[in-house]
């Protein structure tokens, strides 16, 4: 049972770009929602993440947007750079009962020069 | 190494054959998840210890797949008679007691398992 769906799967975007993931999720209970990046070879790294008090986060380039009243999250990247091409992951947690992160099937996100 | 090691990188094994792998946490990290990577079908949790908790095995797909952690530090994941549909990226996370309530998770590169 996929309890968090991302999308897209994969994108393209030109280097000074915006990237957009978009995550949507089932569960009222998830009031915790990191972003994982990940490098090939590497293990997934957290990001930034969010809890559904506020409706946005910033850290840099990367910004998290919520809608509770949706069950829908998104990652947006500003001035998207190469650097930046890797797998991004969606997650979503209860922080009370069961302990474990929920993912999202991934965004493979390529930042052509 | 100060992160999370996992062991072996790469096995390649036989149709039958059983496989363990291990994962070692970060020092003083009481939680530890174990996740798979299968290719497009993102992170699948597996299992997850907490200190002397009994273990929340709900992710385990079947009962070939079983897990031990000694010591509360070292991980083993054990997969008996593997299938051909086992052939994935298995990856070991940790955290500390306050990352239980922030949801970072420290993962390690993680052991490819391809089987024949």
């Known amino acids: 049972q996929q309890q968090v769906k991302q999308s897209p799967q994969s994108l393209i975007v030109q280097k000074g770009g915006i990237s957009i993931i978009n995550c949507a999720y089932e569960?009222?209970?998830?009031?915790?929602f990191p972003w994982y990046q990940q490098f090939p070879g590497k293990g997934p790294a957290l990001l930034i993440a969010?809890?559904?008090?506020?409706s946005e986060k910033k850290e840099g380039r990367f910004t998290i947007s919520f809608n509770k009243s949706a069950k829908q999250f998104s990652l947006h990247i500003m001035d998207s750079q190469p650097g930046d091409s890797a797998t991004y992951f969606c997650a979503a947690r209860s922080l009370q009962g069961a302990q474990k992160l929920v993912f999202g099937q991934g965004t493979r996100l390529t930042i052509n020069p | 190494g100060a992160g999370v090691s996992q062991s072996p990188s790469n096995k390649v094994t036989e149709k039958g054959k059983d496989v363990e792998l291990r994962c070692d946490p970060i020092?003083?990290?009481?939680?530890l998840y174990w996740y798979r990577q299968s290719l497009g079908q993102g992170l699948e949790f597996l299992i997850y210890?907490?200190?002397?908790?009994?273990?929340?095995k709900s992710g385990l797909p079947s009962d070939r797949f079983s897990a031990e952690r000694t010591g509360g530090s070292v991980s083993t994941l054990t997969i008996q008679r593997t299938q051909q549909e086992d052939s994935a990226v298995y990856l070991c996370?940790?955290?500390?007691?306050?990352?239980?309530?922030?949801?970072?998770?420290?993962f390690g590169e993680g052991s490819r398992l391809t089987v024949l």
């Open positions: 020092s003083g990290h009481t939680a």
């Open positions: 969010i809890r559904p008090d506020v």
């Open positions: 996370a940790s955290s500390t007691p306050t990352g239980l309530n922030t949801g970072e998770l420290f």
């Open positions: 569960n009222t209970a998830f009031d915790y």
């Open positions: 210890f907490q200190g002397n908790s009994a273990p929340d």
